[in-house]
Nanobody
Framework: QVQLVESGGGLVQPGGSLRLSCAAS????????MGWYRQAPGKQRELVAV???????NYADSVQGRFTISRDNAKNTVYLQMNSLKPEDTAVYYC???????????????WGQGTQVTVPS
């Protein structure tokens, strides 16, 4: 059974920083990608950043230059360093991964439980 455990959310003043972590566990063989989405109240869930198995990254235009996604392969963990936070970054942030478990021939997608990030105006 795959589990994604997120941490690092919270309340931060505009201009501040937070680092989100998402640790995956559960007989993992390999990752296709690891990423972060967010959903603000009344809005659709949107992609924030993703990192592929080859190390390529992609960011939403709204966070480009402020957020950095990285991963620790040994720990099966993906991070999102968020700097220069703005009120419009307020949302629930979800970890999203696509991985293959040991003994499986297929990749499957998984979601974390979400962590709240609040940047007051």
């Amino acid at each position: 059974q795959v589990q994604l455990v997120e941490s690092g959310g919270g309340l931060v003043q505009p201009g501040g920083s937070l680092r989100l972590s998402c640790a995956a566990s559960g007989s993992i063989f390999s990752f296709n990608y690891m990423g972060w989405y967010r959903q603000a109240p009344g809005k659709q869930r949107e992609l924030v950043a993703v990192i592929t198995s080859g190390g390529s990254t992609n960011y939403a235009d709204s966070v480009q230059g402020r957020f950095t996604i990285s991963r620790d392969n040994a720990k099966n963990t993906v991070y999102l360093q968020m700097n220069s936070l703005k009120p419009e970054d307020t949302a629930v942030y979800y970890c999203n991964v696509k991985l293959r478990q040991i003994g499986s021939a297929f990749y499957s997608e998984y979601w974390g439980q979400g962590t709240q990030v609040t940047v007051p105006s």
